[in-house]
């Protein structure tokens, strides 16, 4: 059974910066590519990053791209996502997800992870 544990969410001003973290427990982490999104009120979950198994390839949303970072610790079963430089728009709750699929890089479509965190909310405030 495989089990997401996000933490980091929580309140912080504009322009500034906040580390989330994913613990994955309940299979090989290090087989699995990662990946984070997000859901604002009253919109569709989008895709904000994703971090291949081997942290060797990563990508971003256009919309946090050199801003956010992402990665990954095998040793630790956990997934960080580094935001900085943070904007009201970046307000929702984020998830961490786990690909269906081992040996893969990583997609953005949600539909290809299988396993999902219960969120946690980042508020930005202007």
């Known amino acids: 059974q495989v089990h997401l544990v996000e933490s980091g969410g929580g309140l912080v001003q504009a322009g500034g910066s906040l580390k989330l973290s994913c613990v994955d427990s309940g299979r090989t982490f290090s087989d699995y590519a990662m990946g984070w999104f997000r859901q604002a009120p009253g919109k569709e979950r989008e895709f904000v990053s994703r971090?291949?198994?081997?942290?060797?390839?990563?990508d971003y949303s256009y919309s946090v791209k050199g801003r956010f970072t992402i990665a990954r610790d095998n040793t630790k079963n956990t997934v960080y996502l580094q935001m900085t430089s943070l904007k009201p728009e970046d307000t929702a709750v984020y998830y961490c997800a786990a690909m269906s699929r081992p040996y893969h890089s990583g997609t953005a479509d949600p539909n290809d992870y299988a396993y999902w965190g219960p969120g946690t909310q980042v508020t930005v405030s202007s």
């Open positions: 971090i291949s198994r081997s942290s060797d390839s990563t």
